[in-house]
C-alpha cells in the first residue's frame, strides 16, 4: 500500500509539473478551471473501471504518455489534447486497472447528421499494445450505462474497427477559437459503438 501511495504521489506531481509546461504555451489554460460538460458515467468490471475524467484531473495531460500516442504537448495529437481541456463540450474517457490507465480516448459531443446529438471517441489508444479484445466488455458495459443514446469511435489512425458498422452520417468536426480552428482528429472514419440507445454489439 506504501508503495502504491509512493507511486500515486510521483504520478501527481508529474502530472503537475506537465500542466506547468502547458501554461507556458497556452496561457489561457489552468487544469483547476477546466470546464466539462459531459454526463459522466463509470462502470467496474472484471477488475476494470470504465469513466469519464472529472474536468480538473490534472492527469488528463498525461494520457498520451500513459498510452504511448501522441495526445500530449509537442506531439501530432496536442491539438485534440487541449480540445478536450479547453472546450466544455471535451474531455477524457479512461479505462484503468489496479490504478493504471490501460486505455484512453479524448471525447467530445457533436451533431450527427444536422440533428441528433453524439458522443464521439476521437480513437481509443490502448496501453502497451494491448489487444482490443482485453477492453471490449468492459467499454460495452459502459456503453450500456451512458446516458448518450448515439455513440461513434473514429478509425483514422488505430482503425479500431473490430467490426463494429460504419457510420455514414455526417459528423460535425469539433471546432476551438482558442486552437485557431479544428483540432487534431481520427474521426473522417468512425463507426457506431451505440445507435439509438442500443449498443452496437459484434
Excluded at 128 to 149: A, G, M
Aim: net charge negative; proline share 2%.
Amino acid at each position: 500500500d506504501l508503495v502504491k501511495e509512493v507511486c500515486s504521489i510521483l504520478q501527481e506531481n508529474k502530472a503537475f509539473e506537465e500542466c506547468n509546461r502547458i501554461k507556458r504555451h497556452y496561457p489561457s489554460f489552468n487544469i483547476t478551471e477546466v470546464a466539462c460538460d459531459i454526463e459522466k458515467t463509470d462502470v467496474t468490471y472484471k477488475n476494470q473501471k470504465a469513466y469519464i475524467l472529472d474536468a480538473n484531473d490534472p492527469r488528463q495531460v498525461m494520457l498520451g504518455y500513459d498510452t504511448h500516442c501522441c495526445q500530449h504537448l509537442g506531439g501530432a495529437g496536442e491539438s485534440a489534447m487541449m480540445y478536450g481541456l479547453l472546450a466544455s463540450n471535451g474531455g477524457f474517457w479512461a479505462i484503468e486497472k489496479k490504478g493504471k490507465i490501460i486505455a484512453q480516448a479524448e471525447i467530445w459531443t457533436g451533431v450527427i447528421d444536422k440533428k441528433e446529438e453524439v458522443l464521439v471517441f476521437d480513437n481509443i489508444e490502448l496501453a502497451d499494445d494491448r489487444d482490443f479484445e482485453l477492453i471490449r466488455e468492459v467499454l460495452e458495459k459502459w456503453l450500456e450505462t451512458s446516458p448518450y443514446k448515439n455513440i461513434v469511435m473514429g478509425t483514422g489512425y488505430n482503425v479500431l474497427t473490430y467490426g463494429y458498422k460504419d457510420v455514414k452520417e455526417d459528423i460535425i468536426q469539433p471546432y476551438c477559437e482558442e486552437l485557431y480552428g479544428q483540432p487534431y482528429t481520427d474521426t473522417d472514419t468512425c463507426v457506431w459503438l451505440k445507435k439509438e440507445g442500443e449498443v452496437q454489439y459484434v
